[in-house]
């Protein structure tokens, strides 16, 4: 079957616009994760949604980053006022909520390729 | 302090051998997972191997194995008969129970493995 996919897959844009990230989960899993990887370092965790809430936001950095998911499957990280700083590639992950499947002692988090944002 | 260190930010390992990804974790939690990630330039983090803190035994997948020392709190990754796809970064991660069962990962800051001939 289809594994995480995101789109675009690189987006340039100038200091000060408004940037959406789209991530499509696999099919069934509830649980969708979004991290920032910057050159050189491990991802960075932002937001986690558990069906249509988030569950935790507490990675997102300032009130530019929102995310949202409001039918349980796709998702849409948004950041305002882009900055220099914000260069980075996001990483969006999905998996089966605990209780669901073969993986549920541990639940592995299947991981798309990533939207590479550059700020400019 | 650092939740996951990967002091190795580069090794070499010559084709078939077998090479050691270090990774020390710290938390206070009792109940714990760590992952491992390969990332190779394509940029997709694939999963490789979990060990969970109350596992009784080492965990192992195929080529890859996990040295799992909690007192040390330690969790290297052993690739053995290393081959030339697998040069890539290696990431290790934790997620703490207390964060719920299905909740974020923490990654270290990696390793870029290098497969010579």
């Known amino acids: 079957g289809a594994g995480v996919s995101q789109t675009p897959s690189n987006k340039v844009t100038e200091k000060g616009k408004y940037v959406e990230l789209r991530c499509d989960p696999i099919?069934?899993?509830?649980?969708l994760y979004w991290y920032r990887q910057s050159l050189g370092q491990g991802p960075e965790f932002l937001i986690y949604?558990?069906?249509?809430?988030?569950?935790?936001d507490s990675g997102l950095p300032n009130d530019r980053f929102f995310a949202v998911r409001p039918e349980g499957s796709v998702s849409t990280l948004k950041i305002q006022r882009t900055e220099r700083g914000d260069s980075a590639v996001y990483l969006c992950a999905s998996s089966l909520a605990p209780g669901q499947g073969y993986y549920s002692s541990y639940n592995e988090q299947f991981f798309g390729p990533g939207t590479r944002l550059t700020v400019l | 302090a650092q939740k996951i260190t990967q002091t190795q930010p580069g090794m070499f390992v010559q084709e078939k051998e077998a090479v050691t990804l270090d990774c020390t974790y710290d938390?206070?939690?009792?109940?714990?997972?760590l992952f491992w990630y390969k990332q190779p330039s394509s940029g997709e983090m694939i999963f490789l191997i979990y060990?969970?803190?109350?596992?009784?035994q080492n965990a192992t997948e195929g080529r890859y194995s996990l040295n799992f020392q909690k007192a040390r709190k330690s969790a290297n990754l052993v690739i053995s008969a290393s081959q030339l796809g697998d040069s890539a970064m290696y990431f290790c991660?934790?997620?703490?129970?207390?964060?719920?069962?299905?909740?974020?990962?923490?990654f270290g800051t990696g390793t870029r493995l290098q497969v010579t001939l």
């Open positions: 949604f558990q069906g249509t809430g988030a569950a935790d």
């Open positions: 099919s069934g899993h509830t649980a």
């Open positions: 060990q969970g803190s109350y596992d009784q």
């Open positions: 991660a934790m997620r703490e129970a207390s964060t719920g069962t299905a909740s974020k990962l923490t």
């Open positions: 938390t206070s939690d009792p109940s714990y997972g």
